[in-house]
């Protein structure tokens, strides 16, 4: 694309572009071409758009036809504002600022009060009257020119200034006189000529010319280039450049400036909101040197604020301002934020776009507007950011309490929790039964671990990421976690750790915040989430509008309930291991893997056996009817064995073994890789007893519901880590064969499906093969991300985070799927699946399953569904919604 | 492919088939017509050809043409022989046997001597004057026909046999009369009768209908099925079933039976060899009740035979059968294993076939044909299997010894090595410094233990598979190795182990055969290898067909100059981090892990780089020019740091460390599964320091070279584990910029590569990206093997053999490569890798470029090159070449 015209000129109620234009006028320049079109008060002004940009740094001059064009529109701005640039009499003064096609806020540079020099500086003492105003502008003007533009460090005119304040004695800006300003431009405009060895431009053509290029440069300064990297912002966008008139709020008290939102950002009320100063610039109500005043009385009363607001100061404007922002949300459809200058008792807005807020907010500003008839329910679904919702869903510390944070992990599981520190699993477990609230603090954790996990109300672990056992598995239980707190040390033996030179024992009450990692001494309190009618009424028409089933991973009628009421469409991963820790179960499972006759390992499964049932039914009957997918035995088989003296002894009183062998076969159980082990279906082959205990007891349970609840279930049977097709047409054989002998034995028949995961590379090249014998595929995207990119989710902690540091990674593959490597394996499974079998079910089970940037890839392949733990299932539904409306 | 000819009829020198025809007459049926249109004497026969099994095992019954084919065929054969089926005077009897396409071993079923019931038993009595003959004759079919026709279990018969010696107090079947047999076969038709409810058949007719059903079945019986899933035979191929007349080489002294081969298969001299009886059947001569003849005069005075020779006490016929092989020979063009009959002075030859033969035979047949002009060098190369040159490469136990065998483990690497029993590696260097012969005994082996296992004569360890560590360094130094050696258990404290009830101590002698995986008490005397002048000229041929060059692995001097001298054209594989293990060098590697200082690290990359250096001028100087690939440091860290005390202790003291500060970095480097850690080039980006040092030691050693001794050199630095295209063009800079740097310190320009394995699915998922910063792509199928099947090498033993067992695996994927799963990302990315660069270079450098099979595929896919242990070269020259040739 192509064009001659380089510049958009808007004002005095006309512009050449419009908000539709942004990729070639940058946001700002396309909401202030578009403010002017509305008949909004917008002071004058033109915008180089982009495509000048790219020539300009692939040749390092401009288009021939651009600087006719700047002049043409300077001309125009110049009519427009009744000013002249370069005047002695009423100068034109411009800002130069960046304005990308998406906000990338304080990326790129800009330059205010551009225009004066020693003669324009006069004309401004002219209009003004004020020679005080008139020199701080310039000085101002000089210090940041001379920064942005010309380079001369900003730390050379600081310490002028400073050196200035000591002579005189004064320590505020304000006390500073006209002439000790002047007495500065003069030093200022010296040291530029010393440091750059010319002089600083007095010409305004020269100054705007050169600011312009400034500007343009700055899109590929390395601040730049790294948020375009992390923001997926292509490089060959580039900046637009707008040049606008300055009107200014601190000329006196019939100045004013401020920022405000069209409805509350925190609250999401339709009520207009905002705060300004009298006699100031922008920067001011931004700074918080001075205290801000209210726009509205209504926000006065609501903030208790003692000074006048805007709407009793300055009626009248209020009046037009209001009408300003009521006209442009009107017009936008959406919450906006905008700035205004009031200069001489004139309204001036200098900025529109859309307003930032919290996710009550964007919740109930998307339904309000909807009921309000501003916009369909398709575009309120699109505006809430799936994320945010994570803030609805957990308790939150008290903003309004005191914290005392020791130390600073990675958010692993968000929300707050307090309680009492404990160091081992068990022990949380029996402090818990006591009533205690307790926070369990690990090294890391492991399945091991799990009940102490679930007893407690939070973890805090020294080692591990984002995605490292304690993560994945409390945010699947929704339990606040804070991970790789790094510094933190557990003496095991003092029952104590220490973190940045305090220490905290055993019993000592912390409270952590699991969505933003911090660790904090003590009690604090927390409140409580609250889901609003509009959560209700919002999640709906999401559900109108997704593709994908979303399904919860669960793995207990606890988590079954959660993910219901968090409306999951059923389970998509019940992990049967997790099943295996319980205190009454644990010595049993321990026996069956260290049996070494047929009558022990029959004694042990017929202990199992009613419990796991017993387990299914619970799923089944809170399921209601939903799917419930059912993974067999997935992991090492020496995560069940005793490590320790003590449980090795239990096993050998229990089964009556000798402790020698016990421990041989604990011995003989150890790898070297786990993860690459001994484990999933490469068990079921091994010890084929284990998968017919457990396929007994899923349909056992099952027809147990038919017969005697009147259930609709269709169990589905997953089996994990297959690699090649023979393991899955082997084992399918036998799940069938247990199957039927179950429902003879119960003289019922219920539907039944058998499927596998995909969670090797192997599996996904060979998923034609797979779908031959698999009626579904449930993609492993943790284990398979492992295994394509060879990395140890356990381990990575070390050099993922330097990668992601050097930029050598976007992001962690954990926690979004790696599209170029381990979603080509996705899509190419899915493809295979179904030349094989069209009506192949593909799901997804890993933590990606609730990841909205991975379900925006997920709907691409055409997955059938996603699952996730329960507390993010609202997010996946949201995200589902979304990448089907994208 | 359908035919209405169902039936070849062969006799009287005319066939209607001929050796081409194997896939329809299986190779037995072939090769009996063939003869007979050559002239040579075969008793006249006929094939029921593959179709018809495909059609039968469909369907349960035959062609409708197939009855009368069968009939006017057996009319022939009648007339050939001048025999009548079922004739009372003179009858026909037929043998029925099975001949697939490829020879199947003992895996189908046979009937011989059909034809015979109490009426024709008369006809054989009178035509041969024996009864005695003829009813064992009888006897013998009843029961083979009950056995493989009726089901009944041979178990039987042989019972009712013994119960007929123990009545007569006979002990020998020689010894028991015409009648005797005659009341035998009376009873064991009455068994068929109890058994199988139906009285044996005693029409020859249906007598031979069932067994050409019979035959039929049996390639559907278990073992079949086996044989072909590991043979990749396909089901479909069918077998054939032929029907031939019975020729008796024991009816009296003017009979006789032998095998022979036309070369002699132990040494492959070109003289006839085999072995006869006089008035015997085949199977005497095979089973070794009787002491067989020597065939030739020649043979009796080479084996020291006493008794006569064919050539002496039959001379026309021993004339006869020396034209009729030299006839076989020159025509098949390939040295002949025949059977033959001589029955009433009459010559008839019942079989030929390529015969089997030593590896040395095998070269020197192939050799010696070429010069006889029988074959073409191209002929030659595709005769020799390559995993038969392993025998001709490795010292091998004296056949003559005594052996006593205590254990016997995998066959991990071939070869036989003696010594004095060592547990540890220092105490193996130490034996080995004082001229001690050593076998080191591990329960497994780490790259810690690299200078023991290079210091022992061999290794044995109780753990890992065929690819465990210290199988795949031991094929890798040529040092025997029996691995993963069952219920052997170390006792480190008494320094001991034990096996099958024996102990041994350290310091005791043992011998292995790592070529069959025995492990022997004592010392047993072994034979050198020797490399004839054969093999010479041979390998010369077969370079001169090969396309892909073979480079070998090697990380030392040594190395490299063995591999030179088998021939290897360069290293594909130079493993630096095997250079880190020297005594002297380990404790510096271990101070640049563990150190904290800048200056520490720096400290020990001084001590370090010169030796690295001085590894690789060595390697440059062996390969004198040819292409060196070195890969930058790959294992995990921790491999390298001391896990005991005192290795602790030694970098506490030799760096200035506090000892706790050592502990700490030791256990914080522990990896949960190491394989996918903090490895390759993760360790290269996190610790810029180490690759810098490696790249500068191999520029300064080339440019050393290149300049002090005019060497032609172009290092090939290669980067390992790359998994992103980011990692490898950060890398790629920062050698670029060392290697430039070392070129203008020493002013000199010398060229070098530099690209990276592909060793991780997601590398080949994205090689399009990884060919724009790679110069050549080296295919580390062990770890891609490991990622893509998801695998554990050193974990795998366990369920890999259990799977092979099962049938779920054909074969262990870490010996051949696993085409369909991991040789499908192979292809794809060499594919990828060359649409981004065309002239990009390709190898493999894992295990499997030393198998032949994982050759022939790896040309198939057009790779450039493969590198193997330097023992396999020749191995790897001849697969190569025949992959070409195939």
Same mark, same amino acid.
């Given at each position: 694309?192509?064009?001659?015209?380089?510049?958009?000129?808007?004002?005095?109620?006309?512009?050449?572009?419009?908000?539709?234009?942004?990729?070639?006028?940058?946001?700002?320049?396309?909401?202030?071409?578009?403010?002017? &079109?509305?008949?909004?008060?917008?002071?004058?002004?033109?915008?180089?758009?982009?495509?000048?940009?790219?020539?300009?740094?692939?040749?390092?001059?401009?288009?021939?036809?651009?600087?006719?064009?700047?002049?043409?529109?300077?001309?125009?701005?110049?009519?427009?504002?009744?000013?002249?640039? *370069?005047?002695?009499?009423?100068?034109?003064?411009?800002?130069?600022?960046?304005?990308?096609?998406?906000?990338?806020?304080?990326?790129?540079?800009?330059? #205010?009060?551009?225009?004066?020099?020693?003669?324009?500086?006069?004309?401004?003492?002219?209009?003004?009257?004020?020679?005080?105003?008139?020199?701080?502008?310039?000085?101002?003007?000089?210090?940041?020119?001379?920064?942005?533009?010309?380079?001369?460090?900003?730390?050379?005119?600081?310490?002028?200034?400073?050196?200035?304040?000591?002579?005189?004695?004064?320590?505020?800006?304000?006390?500073?006189?006209?002439?000790?300003?002047?007495?500065?431009?003069?030093?200022?405009?010296?040291?530029?000529?010393?440091?750059?060895?010319?002089?600083?431009?007095?010409?305004?053509?020269?100054? #705007?010319?050169?600011?312009?290029?400034?500007?343009?440069?700055?899109?590929? +300064?390395?601040?730049?280039? /790294?948020?375009?990297?992390?923001?997926?912002?292509?490089?060959?966008?580039?900046?637009?450049?707008?040049?606008?008139?300055?009107?200014?709020?601190?000329?006196?008290?019939?100045?004013?400036?401020?920022?405000?939102?069209?409805?509350?950002?925190?609250?999401?009320?339709?009520?207009?909101?905002?705060?300004?100063?009298?006699?100031?610039?922008?920067?001011?109500?931004?700074?918080?040197?001075?205290?801000?005043?209210?726009?509205?009385?209504?926000?006065?009363?609501?903030?208790?604020?003692?000074?006048?607001?805007?709407?009793?100061?300055?009626?009248?404007?209020?009046?037009?301002?209001?009408?300003?922002?009521?006209?442009?949300?009107?017009?936008?459809?959406?919450?906006?934020? +905008?700035?205004?200058?009031?200069?001489?008792?004139? #309204?001036?807005?200098?900025?529109?776009?859309?307003?930032?807020?919290?996710?009550?907010?964007?919740?109930?500003?998307?339904?309000?507007?909807?009921?309000?008839?501003?916009?369909?329910?398709?575009?309120?679904?699109?505006?809430?950011?799936?994320?945010?919702?994570?803030?609805?869903?957990?308790?939150?510390?008290?903003?309004?309490?005191?914290?005392?944070?020791?130390?600073?992990?990675?958010?692993?599981?968000?929300?707050?929790?307090?309680?009492?520190?404990?160091?081992?699993?068990?022990?949380?477990?029996?402090?818990?039964?006591?009533?205690?609230?307790?926070?369990?603090?690990?090294?890391?954790?492991?399945?091991?671990? %799990?009940?102490?996990?679930?007893?407690?109300?939070? %973890?805090?672990?020294?080692?591990?990421?984002? /995605?490292?056992?304690?993560?994945?598995?409390?945010? *699947?239980?929704?339990?606040?976690?804070?991970?790789?707190?790094?510094?933190?040390?557990?003496?095991?033996?003092?029952?104590?750790?220490?973190?940045?030179?305090?220490?905290?024992? $055993?019993?000592?009450?912390?409270?952590?915040?699991?969505?933003?990692?911090?660790?904090?001494?003590?009690?604090?309190?927390?409140?409580?989430?609250?889901?609003?009618?509009?959560? /209700?009424?919002?999640?709906?028409?999401?559900?109108?509008?997704?593709?994908?089933?979303?399904?919860?991973?669960?793995?207990?009628?606890?988590?079954?309930?959660?993910?219901?009421?968090?409306?999951?469409?059923?389970?998509?991963?019940?992990?049967?291991?997790?099943?295996?820790?319980?205190?009454?179960? +644990?010595?049993?499972?321990?026996? @069956?893997?260290?049996?070494?006759?047929?009558?022990?390992?029959?004694?042990?499964?017929?202990?199992?056996?009613?419990?796991?049932?017993?387990?299914?039914?619970? #799923?089944?009957?809170?399921?209601?009817?939903? !799917?419930?997918?059912? &993974?067999?035995?997935?992991?090492?088989?020496?995560?069940?064995?005793?490590?320790?003296?003590?449980?090795?002894?239990?096993?050998?009183?229990?089964?009556?073994?000798?402790?020698?062998?016990?421990?041989?076969?604990?011995?003989?159980? $150890?790898?070297?890789? !786990?993860?690459?082990?001994?484990?999933?279906?490469?068990?079921?082959?091994?010890?084929?007893?284990?998968?017919?205990?457990?396929?007994?007891?899923?349909?056992?349970?099952?027809?147990?519901?038919?017969?005697?609840?009147?259930?609709?279930?269709?169990?589905?049977?997953?089996?994990?880590?297959?690699? @090649?097709?023979?393991?899955?047409?082997? @084992?399918?054989?036998?799940?069938?064969?247990?199957?039927?002998?179950?429902?003879?034995?119960?003289?019922?028949?219920?539907?039944?499906?058998? *499927?596998?995961?995909?969670?090797?590379?192997?599996?996904?090249?060979?998923?034609?093969?797979?779908?031959?014998?698999?009626?579904?595929?449930?993609?492993?995207?943790?284990?398979?991300?492992?295994?394509?990119?060879?990395?140890?989710?356990?381990?990575?902690?070390?050099?993922?985070?330097?990668?992601?540091?050097?930029?050598?990674?976007?992001?962690?593959?954990?926690?979004?799927?790696? =599209?170029?490597?381990?979603?080509?394996?996705?899509?190419?499974?899915?493809?295979?699946?179904?030349? /094989?079998? !069209?009506?192949?079910?593909?799901?997804?089970?890993?933590?990606?399953?609730?990841?909205?940037?991975?379900?925006?890839?997920?709907?691409?392949?055409?997955?059938?569904?996603?699952?996730?733990? !329960?507390?993010?299932?609202?997010?996946?539904?949201?995200?589902?919604? =979304?990448?089907?409306?994208?």
């Amino acid at each position: 694309m192509s064009t001659e015209k380089f510049v958009y000129v808007f004002g005095n109620g006309q512009a050449e572009g419009d908000a539709g234009m942004s990729h070639l006028l940058g946001g700002k320049g396309a909401n202030l071409a578009e403010m002017t &079109r509305l008949g909004i008060p917008v002071p004058a002004g033109f915008t180089l758009c982009t495509e000048v940009c790219g020539l300009y740094l692939q040749k390092r001059r401009y288009p021939e036809l651009l600087k006719e064009q700047v002049n043409e529109a300077l001309l125009k701005v110049q009519s427009a504002m009744g000013a002249g640039f *370069g005047s002695g009499d009423d100068p034109l003064l411009v800002s130069v600022r960046s304005g990308a096609r998406v906000s990338m806020p304080g990326m790129m540079d800009t330059v #205010l009060n551009l225009g004066l020099n020693d003669h324009t500086v006069q004309g401004l003492i002219k209009r003004t009257g004020d020679a005080r105003f008139a020199y701080d502008s310039y000085r101002r003007f000089v210090q940041m020119y001379a920064d942005v533009v010309l380079g001369v460090d900003h730390h050379h005119f600081e310490a002028m200034l400073n050196a200035l304040k000591q002579q005189t004695g004064k320590v505020q800006d304000t006390d500073i006189t006209a002439d000790e300003w002047k007495s500065l431009v003069a030093q200022y405009k010296n040291k530029v000529l010393e440091v750059t060895q010319k002089p600083f431009p007095e010409e305004p053509q020269d100054q #705007l010319w050169g600011a312009i290029g400034a500007v343009f440069d700055s899109w590929t +300064i390395p601040r730049a280039i /790294t948020y375009r990297r992390l923001n997926e912002i292509p490089e060959s966008w580039g900046t637009a450049v707008t040049v606008q008139a300055m009107v200014f709020g601190n000329m006196g008290t019939d100045c004013a400036t401020g920022v405000a939102f069209t409805r509350d950002p925190s609250t999401g009320h339709n009520r207009f909101f905002g705060e300004y100063l009298i006699n100031a610039q922008g920067e001011d109500v931004v700074a918080g040197i001075r205290t801000p005043q209210q726009i509205t009385l209504e926000g006065k009363r609501l903030n208790g604020s003692t000074l006048p607001a805007m709407e009793e100061a300055m009626p009248e404007l209020y009046k037009e301002l209001y009408a300003v922002q009521n006209r442009l949300e009107m017009h936008y459809r959406e919450m906006q934020d +905008i700035e205004f200058t009031i200069q001489r008792n004139k #309204l001036w807005l200098l900025q529109t776009r859309t307003g930032k807020r919290t996710a009550k907010a964007a919740l109930k500003i998307a339904v309000n507007m909807v009921h309000e008839g501003l916009i369909n329910t398709r575009e309120a679904v699109s505006r809430v950011s799936p994320e945010s919702l994570n803030q609805l869903l957990h308790p939150t510390l008290d903003p309004k309490a005191d914290k005392r944070i020791i130390a600073k992990g990675l958010a692993a599981s968000p929300g707050a929790a307090t309680g009492r520190v404990v160091f081992e699993a068990d022990e949380a477990e029996q402090w818990a039964a006591t009533g205690q609230m307790v926070i369990l603090v690990r090294d890391d954790t492991s399945p091991e671990d %799990i009940h102490g996990m679930h007893s407690a109300k939070g %973890i805090i672990t020294a080692r591990g990421g984002m /995605t490292s056992h304690a993560a994945v598995v409390a945010r *699947g239980m929704g339990r606040p976690c804070v991970s790789g707190c790094a510094g933190l040390s557990i003496n095991m033996e003092n029952e104590q750790f220490s973190v940045g030179g305090v220490t905290v024992a $055993k019993g000592d009450w912390v409270t952590i915040d699991g969505s933003t990692g911090e660790v904090m001494l003590g009690q604090v309190p927390t409140v409580p989430p609250e889901l609003s009618g509009d959560f /209700t009424a919002f999640m709906e028409w999401v559900d109108g509008f997704t593709r994908m089933k979303v399904r919860a991973n669960a793995d207990t009628p606890d988590d079954a309930r959660m993910a219901r009421s968090f409306g999951a469409q059923g389970i998509g991963l019940c992990r049967t291991e997790h099943m295996f820790f319980g205190a009454e179960r +644990i010595i049993h499972v321990r026996g @069956l893997i260290l049996a070494q006759t047929e009558s022990d390992r029959m004694r042990a499964i017929d202990k199992i056996l009613p419990l796991q049932r017993s387990d299914f039914a619970g #799923l089944f009957r809170e399921m209601k009817g939903y !799917p419930v997918m059912i &993974r067999l035995l997935d992991p090492p088989l020496h995560e069940f064995i005793p490590h320790d003296e003590e449980g090795q002894n239990e096993v050998a009183l229990v089964f009556g073994m000798p402790i020698d062998k016990v421990r041989e076969r604990v011995a003989s159980l $150890k790898e070297f890789n !786990p993860m690459l082990g001994h484990r999933g279906c490469r068990l079921g082959i091994s010890f084929p007893e284990i998968y017919e205990m457990q396929v007994r007891a899923i349909m056992e349970a099952a027809c147990q519901l038919v017969k005697e609840e009147g259930f609709i279930i269709t169990p589905e049977i997953m089996i994990p880590l297959v690699g @090649l097709e023979s393991e899955l047409s082997y @084992l399918r054989e036998r799940v069938v064969a247990v199957c039927e002998t179950v429902m003879g034995e119960n003289s019922v028949r219920i539907p039944y499906m058998i *499927g596998t995961m995909i969670e090797l590379p192997r599996a996904a090249l060979i998923a034609d093969q797979l779908a031959k014998s698999g009626e579904f595929f449930s993609f492993g995207t943790n284990d398979l991300t492992q295994t394509t990119m060879g990395i140890s989710r356990d381990d990575a902690g070390p050099f993922l985070q330097e990668y992601v540091q050097k930029n050598l990674l976007p992001k962690d593959p954990f926690i979004s799927i790696d =599209q170029d490597g381990v979603g080509q394996l996705v899509r190419l499974a899915a493809e295979k699946g179904r030349s /094989t079998r !069209p009506e192949i079910k593909l799901g997804v089970c890993g933590e990606h399953g609730g990841d909205p940037e991975s379900i925006h890839f997920f709907e691409k392949v055409k997955l059938d569904y996603v699952s996730c733990s !329960p507390f993010r299932v609202p997010i996946a539904r949201l995200a589902a919604a =979304q990448a089907v409306l994208a």
